[in-house]
């Protein structure tokens, strides 16, 4: 019987075991606030509300910094500067507690938890501005785990020491997010010589088939299971097996790659 017909009629299994060389590497992503304001003396703690926006279907944060934070107190009164950063689903921390006296209009710093320099000492103040970076004052890491989609709040706060006014002038939340995560699974049918799946991903993601399937990419939702439809290649035919390998990349650039068994037979 010719192969066209053998495969046309032919029961196609996908063992629904996945290997254990899967990988996976984290994305970065970058989410900047351009909106600027003046900074009237003492705020009260309600302060001024600087936010950036994190789309659904995104991975959860691994770790994050702040970059081009820019404060302007460039007549003095910058000691009365205090900033608060709350994360979509809290809590509610402080990243800045003792601001320096000048922030120059080009001040665009880094605030991490990697940072050799505290931010609230003078040694920032004196070596790091108008570029440098800071150690905030309660950890960044307390948003690791997180979700990271909706709305991140960085609270500028003059506590009225001084009665010289400032201005904000943005700042940017840089996300590690952490690995997607993919798995996949036999779906309960098969379109002539092709095989289905069903694949989930932690983020919105596309995933892309290979090895032993004909190259193809498919949508999947966050945690939503989809179906991929396949076809095995010319070589995985002629020897009845190989490895399906699948890979998943989400909207930041991070990748989780797995393999499951494929057997073909009459």
Known sequence: MPKAKIFAGAVVAVA??????GSAFA?????????????????GQAG?????????????????????????FGGGGGQDLQLRLKSPSGPDITVLGVGCTTYPNTSAFTISDSAATSIDTPAFCSTQLPAGSGKPTQPLSTFSGQPSAGVWTLTVVDVGI???????????????????????????????????????????????????????TTKV??????????????KAKKKHKGSVTLTATDQTGGTATTSINLKVGK
Do not use: M
């Open 16 to 21: 629904a075991l996945l290997t254990a060389a």
């Open 27 to 43: 994305g970065v992503a970058n989410y900047p606030s351009t909106a600027t304001f003046g900074v009237p003396n003492n705020t």
């Open 48 to 72: 001024l509300p600087s936010q950036v926006f994190v789309p659904p279907g995104r991975t959860a944060v691994q770790s994050l910094q702040l970059t081009k934070v820019a404060p302007s």
């Open 162 to 216: 001084s009665a010289t006014q400032g201005s904000w002038n943005g700042w940017n939340l840089e996300v590690n997010h952490a690995n997607p995560t993919l798995s996949a699974a036999k779906a309960p049918f098969k379109v002539k010589g092709k095989f289905a799946l069903s694949a989930t991903c932690n983020a919105d993601c596309t995933v892309t088939t290979g090895g032993a399937a004909k190259a193809s």
């Open 221 to 234: 939702g966050q945690n939503l299971p989809s179906t991929i439809v396949a076809s095995p290649t010319k």
